[in-house]
Each structure stands twice: as structure tokens, then as C-alpha cells.
């Protein structure tokens, strides 16, 4: 059974840095679509970052290019989210995802296209 707890969310001013971690159980990442998303009430889940299933690859929504890194440590078959120069916009639930597909381009996007998910970490981002 796969699970994917994230920590490392908080409260934090804008301009601020904060790193979000997604730890994977039952399932190595190494050869896995990982991605985040994130939520706030009333909308949909929105794109953030994602790795490739080959792990060569990372996406980025045009929000957040720039500031925010997307890694991967395979030893710890764990993912971050490095969170820099934050805006109050920023200010959601962050939820990591794992797709046991081979997703292509605009798919790692999609919410649709993930099978596991985590709990979600609010991240509040004060101005």
C-alpha cells in the first residue's frame, strides 16, 4: 500500500522561505511521476511542480517558476519543495501526489492523472 505523508508546512511572511517534504512508503520514487499541487477553498487543485517518471524531467507551473525547486532524494525515497521569495497567493494546502503511470508533458498537470495523494500541509504565507 502506498502512502505519501508531507511535513514542513508553517506560517511564514512574504518573502519568506519555507520546504515542504513528502515521504513515500510502499512504492520507491525512483521510477514514479511525483508532483504537488496545491488547494485552496472553493477551487480546484492547482499544478505546481512535478519530476518525471524517468526522474530527468521537471515541470513547473508559470506561477511559481523561478522560486520554487522541485527535488528528490531516492535514498530517502523522499520529495521536496523548496519555497522561495513567497507570496501571500502562495497560501494554501500542499499536497503531494504520485502517479503510477508514464505521464507525458501537459499530463503531469492534471490532477486526474495521480493515484496516491497525501494529507496535505497548509502553508500560510501572512503580507
Known amino acids: 500500500q502506498v502512502q505519501l505523508v508531507e511535513s514542513g508546512g508553517g506560517l511564514v511572511q512574504a518573502g519568506g522561505s519555507l520546504r515542504l517534504s513528502c515521504a513515500a512508503s510502499?512504492?520507491?520514487?525512483?521510477?514514479?511521476?511525483m508532483a504537488w499541487f496545491r488547494q485552496t477553498p472553493g477551487k480546484e487543485r492547482e499544478f505546481v511542480a512535478a519530476?518525471?517518471?524517468?526522474?530527468?524531467?521537471?515541470y513547473y507551473s508559470d506561477s511559481v517558476k523561478g522560486r520554487f525547486t522541485i527535488s528528490r532524494d531516492n535514498t530517502k525515497n523522499t520529495v521536496y519543495l523548496q519555497m522561495n521569495s513567497l507570496k501571500p497567493e502562495d497560501t494554501a494546502v500542499y499536497y503531494c501526489?504520485?502517479?503510477?503511470?508514464?505521464?507525458?508533458?501537459?499530463?503531469?498537470?492534471?490532477?486526474?492523472?495521480?493515484?496516491?495523494w497525501g494529507q496535505g500541509t497548509q502553508v500560510t504565507v501572512s503580507s
Open positions: 501526489a504520485l502517479s503510477s503511470g508514464r505521464l507525458f508533458y501537459s499530463m503531469y498537470a492534471d490532477y486526474h492523472n495521480y493515484d496516491y
Open positions: 510502499g512504492r520507491t520514487i525512483s521510477n514514479s511521476a
Open positions: 519530476f518525471s517518471w524517468s526522474g530527468y524531467n521537471t
